[in-house]
């Protein structure tokens, strides 16, 4: 019987965790082995900034020496010059360092098109101003120019 009291006390005694003098849990001995580390976290994706309202919708922009310009949709981006019309699809708009871009291809056409805000851009033909600067890459060539989306582009006779 007296073994069965002695096993049962080192059964109780083990169970328990010891205390500091206050009664709260103690720290473990700087010689016992590391807790396991908590799993990680993984990081939360940094939200991407909100797409700015000049860039939403469709949009219009061109540019003069030589003539050309560019239409936005939905669906496609349109590219003309007095000479030729291509229609490229739209593959969607990225924003990299507050300016809106959007790259897509017709065959071995590449373009790229850049907008970025830029209130009073001037066409350099006319007074009206623009609320966007914009920049096609098209091939080998870059044209430059203003663009606005279009339910709001300027037109002679109003208000500047």
């Known amino acids: 019987m007296r073994a069965v009291l002695l096993a049962l006390a080192a059964v109780s005694l083990a169970a328990c965790q010891p205390q500091a003098p206050d009664g709260s849990p103690a720290q473990p ?5 590391a807790a396991p580390a908590a799993p990680a976290v993984p990081a939360a994706a ?3 900034p909100p797409t700015p309202d000049a860039f939403k919708g469709d949009i219009d922009a061109h540019g003069t020496e030589p003539f050309w310009g560019v239409q936005i949709r939905e669906t496609q ?3 003309s010059t007095p000479d030729a019309n291509v229609t490229f699809p739209n593959k969607g708009m990225t924003l990299a360092g507050g300016k809106a871009v959007w790259e897509s291809a017709a065959g071995d056409k590449p373009i790229k098109v850049t907008l970025s805000e830029q209130p009073g851009c ?7 101003k ?3 600067a914009a920049e096609v890459a098209l091939g080998g060539t870059t044209y430059k120019g ?3 989306k279009t339910s709001e582009r300027p037109r002679e006779g109003e208000g500047k």
């Open 130 to 132: 623009y609320p966007l």
């Open 146 to 148: 203003c663009a606005a």
């Open 77 to 79: 981006i349109g590219f």
């Open 46 to 48: 940094p939200a991407e």
């Open 29 to 33: 001995p700087a010689d016992a082995p």
């Open 122 to 128: 001037s066409d350099g033909m006319s007074d009206l």
